[in-house]
């Protein structure tokens, strides 16, 4: 099983792309959390990288080909993969069909007026980089890993209104991509999030 998540910054795409691997068991491959890890271990990739990613701009198409690449060869991917925040360009879509053949994009809907909203409330674990919402957690440390929790340079208010002009110019292209390819389906992401899992799940189980 090999699903693409799409949607704009805020959408809730890691919260359910968690969720629906661990449910089908599937292996989670998020190309944020692996370059906020480089980040974090400071690598060299991870610091050519950090301007791009607190400007909320795009890393280069043949960096995150690359990773994405290596990373679907990995053991944990045989039963499959859910890609979330990849692909994210056209470019990185037509790479992608030629490293292995997509069943479905799940493309989570949510209106503009509520992504800024609901990014502010954003917290990450600084140890793990487990993600959660100030709404439903409200402790300064991670649950998991024990770690302080912090707000990500680029989930700022000036750098969300550019991740989100960003996602429509290069990312958005991409519903109609999938569309077009009879691969696409739309779930609305703008309710609780047990109800859109439902959803995903069942579209998921139809495959
Ligand atoms: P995310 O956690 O998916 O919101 O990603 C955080 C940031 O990492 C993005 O705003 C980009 O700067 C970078 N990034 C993640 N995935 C990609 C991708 N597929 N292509 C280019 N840049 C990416």
Sequence with gaps: ?????LGPPGAGKG????????????????????LRREMREGTELGNAAKAVIEAGGLVSDDIIIGMVKNRVNEPDCENGFLL???????????????????????????PAGVLVDRISGRRMCSGCGA?????KYTRDTCEKC?????????DKPETVLNRISVYNDKTQPLIDFYDNKGLLKNVDGNRTPEEVLADIKALVESI
Excluded: W
Excluded at 1 to 5: E, P
Excluded at 18 to 34: L, N, Q, V
Excluded at 87 to 110: S, Y
């Design 1 to 5: 099983m090999k699903l693409v998540f």
């Design 15 to 34: 919260t359910q792309a968690e969720k629906i691997c661990e449910y089908f068991g599937i292996a989670h491959i998020s190309t944020g959390d692996m």
């Design 84 to 110: 979330d925040g990849f692909p994210r360009t056209i470019a990185q879509a037509e790479a992608l069909e030629g490293i292995t053949a997509v069943d479905m994009a799940v493309n989570i809907d949510v």
């Design 131 to 135: 993600g959660y919402h100030i709404s």
């Design 146 to 154: 024990g770690a302080p929790l912090y707000i990500r340079d680029d």
